[in-house]
């Protein structure tokens, strides 16, 4: 099943002050991915937090870590079982997360 919080995103048109807190008081490197997100790391991970400069200051995504294929098809039966519509994403969204494969549904407050 779920082994880790992979990575967050969240929404926010404060990004010089995401770089200071994240960057300077967190010790997370700043990778500028150009257009609208930061990122940052702490770890090998290629990201572990994602800003992306849009109002709302809000969290958008969680990214949870599997340690197999089968465990995300197991997680994402489940969802539905419990009523989440799973959603299989395309591989340019993987590819901008930096994972292999993705799924997707809604939590209950809309993210």
């Known amino acids: 099943m ?8 969240v929404r926010s048109d404060k990004t010089d002050d995401w770089r200071a807190f994240a960057g300077l008081n967190l010790g997370m490197q ?3 991915r150009g ?3 930061t990122a940052f790391r702490m770890d090998n991970q290629a ?7 849009e109002p709302g200051d809000t969290l958008a995504y969680l990214g949870w870590e599997v ?6 098809d197991i997680l994402a039966a489940k969802l539905e079982a419990a009523g989440h519509k799973v959603v299989q ?3 340019a969204l993987a590819n901008r997360r930096y994972v292999e494969d993705l799924i997707y549904c809604h939590d209950p407050a809309g993210n």
């Open 2 to 9: 779920i082994t880790a919080l992979s990575y967050l995103g």
């Open 89 to 91: 994403a395309n591989k």
């Open 30 to 32: 700043v990778l500028d």
């Open 67 to 72: 340690a197999q294929k089968e465990d995300m």
């Open 35 to 37: 257009g609208k997100n």
């Open 47 to 53: 990201q572990r937090l994602i800003v992306s400069d």
